[in-house]
Structures are given as C-alpha cells and as structure tokens.
C-alpha cells in the first residue's frame, strides 16, 4: 500500500468516526426529546416562562443544536479534512 493510500485511508477513517460522532450525538438528543414528549407529558408542558413550556423550549433547542452540530462538521471538514485530503491528492 502506498503511502498516501495510506493516509487517504487514515483520513477517511476519522471522518467516519467524526461524522458516527456527531451523528449519534444527533439521535440521543432528537429520540431523548421524542421520549420525553411520549412518556413525560407533565414535565414537558411545565411553564418555563409565560406562555413558554419546556417541550416548546426543549423543542427549539434540538433545532439549534442540530445546527450547531452541522456547523461543528463543516468547520471540522474545512479545516482539516479538505486540507488534509488536498495534500494527499497533489
């Protein structure tokens, strides 16, 4: 094997880890809110503020963690992994 078979194999090894991360990372919060929302009801409609629930603020906090997450990996890939790999393939 070549040694930028190689590395290019290394390299895409930590993407697949990187992305299994942040990908589980993903379906903890997501399912955990969906399990709150199916078996704790009560704890969900408590008032965190008037006219704002926990589900509602739990709610907008899976959508900004989403985006929070897919900005961890494009930063991730733009930093590392697009430069890494332009390196290999020159």
């Excluded at 991360?21 to 704790?40: E, K, N, Q, R, S």
């Excluded at 008037?50 to 509602?56: D, F, T, W």
């Excluded at 907008?60 to 494009?74: D, K, M, N, P, R």
């Amino acid at each position: 094997m070549k040694v930028a078979d190689a590395r290019l194999h290394a390299l895409a090894a930590r993407r697949t880890r990187f992305a299994i991360t942040l990908t589980v990372a993903m379906i903890v919060l997501y399912f955990g809110f969906i399990l709150l929302i199916a078996y704790d009801k009560a704890l969900m409609g408590t008032l965190v503020a008037p006219g704002l629930s926990l589900g509602i603020l739990l709610g907008a906090l899976v959508i900004v963690v989403s985006w929070l997450l897919t900005f961890v990996y494009v930063r991730w890939a733009n930093r590392r992994y697009d430069r890494e790999l332009s390196e290999i393939t020159r």
